[in-house]
Protein backbone atom coordinates (compact mmCIF):
# COMPACT_ATOMS: atom_id res chain seq x y z
CA UNK A 1 0.00 0.00 0.00
CA UNK A 2 1.31 3.43 -1.06
CA UNK A 3 -1.26 5.51 0.92
CA UNK A 4 -0.10 6.24 4.77
CA UNK A 5 -1.19 8.30 7.20
CA UNK A 6 0.63 11.21 5.96
CA UNK A 7 -0.63 11.16 2.91
CA UNK A 8 -4.20 12.73 4.93
CA UNK A 9 -4.76 15.68 7.08
CA UNK A 10 -7.24 16.18 9.95
CA UNK A 11 -10.04 18.54 9.96
CA UNK A 12 -7.89 20.02 13.20
CA UNK A 13 -5.43 20.92 10.46
CA UNK A 14 -7.82 21.95 8.51
CA UNK A 15 -10.17 24.47 11.14
CA UNK A 16 -6.35 25.96 12.29
CA UNK A 17 -6.17 27.89 9.42
CA UNK A 18 -9.68 28.49 8.73
CA UNK A 19 -10.61 29.74 11.89
CA UNK A 20 -7.28 32.75 11.73
CA UNK A 21 -8.43 33.33 7.88
CA UNK A 22 -11.97 34.33 9.47
CA UNK A 23 -10.88 35.37 12.64
CA UNK A 24 -12.98 32.80 14.96
CA UNK A 25 -10.74 31.05 17.12
CA UNK A 26 -12.61 31.50 20.07
CA UNK A 27 -15.86 29.78 18.72
CA UNK A 28 -17.60 32.76 19.03
CA UNK A 29 -19.18 32.60 15.31
CA UNK A 30 -19.71 29.38 15.19
CA UNK A 31 -19.40 26.28 16.98
CA UNK A 32 -16.46 23.70 16.08
CA UNK A 33 -19.54 21.18 15.25
CA UNK A 34 -20.71 23.64 12.26
CA UNK A 35 -16.85 23.73 11.11
CA UNK A 36 -16.95 20.26 10.98
CA UNK A 37 -20.03 19.92 9.26
CA UNK A 38 -18.62 22.08 6.37
CA UNK A 39 -15.77 20.07 6.07
CA UNK A 40 -17.76 16.97 5.55
CA UNK A 41 -20.36 18.81 3.46
CA UNK A 42 -17.23 19.97 0.90
CA UNK A 43 -15.86 16.52 1.21
CA UNK A 44 -19.54 15.34 -0.16
CA UNK A 45 -19.27 17.89 -2.60
CA UNK A 46 -16.13 16.73 -4.51
CA UNK A 47 -17.14 13.12 -4.08
CA UNK A 48 -20.33 13.88 -6.51
CA UNK A 49 -18.16 15.68 -8.66
CA UNK A 50 -15.38 13.40 -8.64
CA UNK A 51 -16.20 10.01 -7.33
CA UNK A 52 -12.97 10.15 -4.80
CA UNK A 53 -14.62 7.56 -2.81
CA UNK A 54 -15.37 4.26 -4.29
CA UNK A 55 -16.38 1.69 -1.79
CA UNK A 56 -17.83 -1.88 -1.88
CA UNK A 57 -19.88 -4.02 1.02
CA UNK A 58 -21.62 -7.20 1.47
CA UNK A 59 -24.83 -7.54 3.26
CA UNK A 60 -26.83 -10.94 4.02
CA UNK A 61 -30.46 -10.90 1.95
CA UNK A 62 -33.17 -11.04 4.44
CA UNK A 63 -36.65 -12.90 3.84
CA UNK A 64 -38.27 -9.62 2.98
CA UNK A 65 -35.71 -8.72 0.37
CA UNK A 66 -35.25 -5.04 1.34
CA UNK A 67 -31.49 -3.68 2.67
CA UNK A 68 -30.81 -0.17 3.88
CA UNK A 69 -28.32 1.83 1.49
CA UNK A 70 -24.62 1.84 3.25
CA UNK A 71 -24.14 4.50 5.26
CA UNK A 72 -22.96 7.23 2.79
CA UNK A 73 -23.43 5.89 -0.30
CA UNK A 74 -24.85 8.24 -3.05
CA UNK A 75 -24.78 6.65 -6.30
CA UNK A 76 -24.79 2.76 -6.53
CA UNK A 77 -22.40 1.07 -9.40
CA UNK A 78 -23.12 -2.41 -9.50
CA UNK A 79 -25.02 -4.81 -7.52
CA UNK A 80 -24.19 -8.92 -7.29
CA UNK A 81 -26.00 -12.03 -5.90
CA UNK A 82 -23.37 -14.00 -4.15
CA UNK A 83 -22.93 -17.34 -2.73
CA UNK A 84 -20.55 -18.21 -0.71
CA UNK A 85 -18.60 -15.74 1.34
CA UNK A 86 -16.06 -12.72 0.93
CA UNK A 87 -13.07 -14.75 0.53
CA UNK A 88 -14.23 -17.63 -1.19
CA UNK A 89 -17.49 -16.91 -3.81
CA UNK A 90 -19.06 -19.86 -5.36
CA UNK A 91 -21.50 -18.03 -7.70
CA UNK A 92 -22.25 -14.56 -8.70
CA UNK A 93 -25.01 -12.36 -11.06
CA UNK A 94 -25.45 -9.13 -11.61
CA UNK A 95 -28.89 -7.16 -10.23
CA UNK A 96 -30.42 -5.34 -13.02
CA UNK A 97 -32.50 -1.60 -12.04
CA UNK A 98 -36.27 -2.34 -12.75
CA UNK A 99 -37.96 1.00 -13.31
CA UNK A 100 -40.42 1.92 -10.92
CA UNK A 101 -39.85 -1.45 -9.26
CA UNK A 102 -41.37 -1.85 -5.45
CA UNK A 103 -41.54 -5.11 -3.82
CA UNK A 104 -44.02 -6.01 -0.85
CA UNK A 105 -42.68 -4.88 2.48
CA UNK A 106 -43.14 -9.26 3.20
CA UNK A 107 -40.79 -9.09 -0.56
CA UNK A 108 -43.54 -11.22 -2.15
CA UNK A 109 -44.70 -9.56 -5.30
CA UNK A 110 -44.25 -6.33 -6.56
CA UNK A 111 -45.95 -3.37 -8.71
CA UNK A 112 -43.71 -1.96 -11.92
CA UNK A 113 -43.85 0.39 -14.74
CA UNK A 114 -43.36 -2.22 -17.08
CA UNK A 115 -43.82 -6.23 -15.14
CA UNK A 116 -42.68 -8.04 -18.42
CA UNK A 117 -39.25 -7.13 -18.91
CA UNK A 118 -36.89 -3.81 -19.15
CA UNK A 119 -36.81 -3.45 -22.59
CA UNK A 120 -37.49 0.81 -22.06
CA UNK A 121 -35.37 1.19 -19.59
CA UNK A 122 -32.77 4.00 -19.96
CA UNK A 123 -30.03 2.18 -17.68
CA UNK A 124 -30.44 -1.11 -18.48
CA UNK A 125 -30.76 -2.36 -21.90
CA UNK A 126 -31.14 -6.20 -22.56
CA UNK A 127 -27.91 -7.68 -22.72
CA UNK A 128 -28.62 -11.11 -21.77
CA UNK A 129 -29.95 -12.95 -25.01
CA UNK A 130 -33.12 -13.62 -23.82
CA UNK A 131 -35.21 -10.67 -25.46
CA UNK A 132 -36.20 -9.72 -22.69
CA UNK A 133 -35.33 -9.40 -19.03
CA UNK A 134 -38.22 -11.98 -17.45
CA UNK A 135 -35.65 -14.31 -15.79
CA UNK A 136 -33.07 -11.64 -14.40
CA UNK A 137 -32.69 -10.50 -10.95
CA UNK A 138 -34.14 -7.02 -10.30
CA UNK A 139 -33.83 -3.57 -8.27
CA UNK A 140 -34.67 -0.67 -7.21
CA UNK A 141 -34.00 2.07 -4.77
CA UNK A 142 -36.74 4.21 -2.48
CA UNK A 143 -36.43 5.95 0.82
CA UNK A 144 -33.03 4.78 1.24
CA UNK A 145 -33.62 0.90 0.99
CA UNK A 146 -32.64 -1.20 -2.19
CA UNK A 147 -35.90 -3.52 -2.91
CA UNK A 148 -34.82 -6.31 -4.44
CA UNK A 149 -36.93 -9.20 -6.10
CA UNK A 150 -37.98 -11.97 -4.38
CA UNK A 151 -35.90 -14.83 -7.13
CA UNK A 152 -32.83 -12.63 -5.13
CA UNK A 153 -33.50 -15.29 -2.12
CA UNK A 154 -31.90 -17.76 -3.70
CA UNK A 155 -28.75 -16.34 -3.41
CA UNK A 156 -26.76 -15.84 0.66
CA UNK A 157 -25.51 -12.25 0.35
CA UNK A 158 -25.58 -9.21 -1.36
CA UNK A 159 -22.56 -7.05 -2.76
CA UNK A 160 -22.53 -3.79 -3.39
CA UNK A 161 -20.19 -1.31 -5.07
CA UNK A 162 -20.97 2.26 -4.83
CA UNK A 163 -19.96 5.98 -4.14
CA UNK A 164 -19.24 7.84 -1.27
CA UNK A 165 -19.37 10.51 0.33
CA UNK A 166 -15.92 10.50 2.04
CA UNK A 167 -17.49 10.77 5.09
CA UNK A 168 -20.41 9.38 6.84
CA UNK A 169 -22.57 11.98 8.62
CA UNK A 170 -21.65 12.49 12.52
CA UNK A 171 -17.74 11.41 11.90
CA UNK A 172 -15.02 13.27 12.10
CA UNK A 173 -13.52 13.60 8.22
CA UNK A 174 -9.72 13.06 6.96
CA UNK A 175 -9.38 15.01 4.36
CA UNK A 176 -6.87 13.46 1.62
CA UNK A 177 -3.83 16.26 1.41
CA UNK A 178 -4.55 16.56 -2.58
CA UNK A 179 -8.06 18.02 -0.89
CA UNK A 180 -6.38 20.79 1.99
CA UNK A 181 -6.45 23.56 0.03
CA UNK A 182 -9.79 23.16 -2.02
CA UNK A 183 -11.77 21.96 1.91
CA UNK A 184 -9.96 25.05 3.26
CA UNK A 185 -10.69 27.63 1.31
CA UNK A 186 -14.52 25.97 0.91
CA UNK A 187 -15.03 26.03 4.58
CA UNK A 188 -13.63 29.87 4.39
CA UNK A 189 -16.04 30.81 1.72
CA UNK A 190 -19.26 29.40 3.90
CA UNK A 191 -17.96 30.85 7.20
CA UNK A 192 -17.46 34.64 6.04
CA UNK A 193 -20.56 34.51 3.91
CA UNK A 194 -22.19 34.17 7.51
CA UNK A 195 -20.02 37.16 8.43
CA UNK A 196 -20.27 39.18 5.73
CA UNK A 197 -24.37 39.04 6.75
CA UNK A 198 -23.14 39.99 10.54
CA UNK A 199 -21.20 42.82 10.49
CA UNK A 200 -21.86 46.15 10.43
CA UNK A 201 -21.57 48.40 7.52
CA UNK A 202 -18.15 50.08 8.97
CA UNK A 203 -16.51 46.50 8.57
CA UNK A 204 -18.32 45.37 5.72
CA UNK A 205 -15.95 46.41 2.87
CA UNK A 206 -12.94 44.25 5.01
CA UNK A 207 -15.23 41.29 5.08
CA UNK A 208 -16.34 41.31 1.99
CA UNK A 209 -12.87 41.59 0.41
CA UNK A 210 -11.91 38.52 2.30
CA UNK A 211 -14.86 36.96 1.32
CA UNK A 212 -14.13 37.77 -2.37
CA UNK A 213 -10.34 36.25 -2.13
CA UNK A 214 -11.67 33.02 -0.28
CA UNK A 215 -13.84 32.63 -3.44
CA UNK A 216 -11.25 33.15 -6.15
CA UNK A 217 -9.00 30.96 -4.96
CA UNK A 218 -11.88 28.12 -4.52
CA UNK A 219 -13.95 29.23 -7.63
CA UNK A 220 -16.13 26.36 -7.50
CA UNK A 221 -17.61 27.35 -10.55
CA UNK A 222 -13.86 26.56 -12.23
CA UNK A 223 -13.93 30.04 -14.08
CA UNK A 224 -9.88 30.15 -13.20
CA UNK A 225 -8.07 27.96 -12.03
CA UNK A 226 -9.13 27.70 -8.22
CA UNK A 227 -8.49 25.46 -5.54
CA UNK A 228 -11.53 23.46 -6.36
CA UNK A 229 -10.49 22.60 -9.73
CA UNK A 230 -7.03 21.68 -9.28
CA UNK A 231 -8.38 18.78 -6.37
CA UNK A 232 -10.81 17.82 -9.35
CA UNK A 233 -7.39 17.17 -12.01
CA UNK A 234 -5.46 16.01 -9.00
CA UNK A 235 -7.69 13.13 -8.65
CA UNK A 236 -8.65 12.53 -11.94
CA UNK A 237 -4.82 11.81 -12.35
CA UNK A 238 -4.58 8.81 -9.45
CA UNK A 239 -4.51 5.72 -11.36
CA UNK A 240 -6.88 2.95 -10.03
CA UNK A 241 -4.03 1.54 -7.80
CA UNK A 242 -3.56 4.42 -5.59
CA UNK A 243 -7.66 4.76 -5.73
CA UNK A 244 -7.37 1.44 -4.33
CA UNK A 245 -4.70 2.49 -1.65
CA UNK A 246 -6.90 5.69 -0.73
CA UNK A 247 -10.00 3.70 -0.15
CA UNK A 248 -8.43 1.09 1.91
CA UNK A 249 -6.71 3.82 4.50
CA UNK A 250 -10.15 5.88 4.77
CA UNK A 251 -11.74 2.69 5.75
CA UNK A 252 -9.47 1.53 8.10
CA UNK A 253 -9.74 5.08 9.83
CA UNK A 254 -13.05 4.79 10.08
CA UNK A 255 -13.81 1.75 11.43
Not at 10 to 28: H, M, P, R, W, Y
Not at 136 to 161: A, D, H, T
Not at 170 to 178: A, C, L, T
Not at 211 to 232: C, F, H, M, P, T
Request: charged fraction near 25%; glycine fraction near 8%.
Amino acid sequence: MNSSNLNFVTSNEILADVLKIVQDEGFKMNSKGWYTSQIQQGLSEMAFDTYFDERSESVDIPHNCRIQMPKGAFNIKNLYLVNGDDCDIESSTPVYHKKNFINAPSGDGYVANNKGDNGSDPFHKDTSGKGGHRNLYYYSVQNGEIMLSSNCRGFKKLFIQFSGVGTDIGEVPYIPVFMRQAIKDYVSVEALTIKVAMVPSSELNRWSMLLNKAENSLDIQEVREGSWLKARRRIKKLDSKQRNDIKERMQKMYY
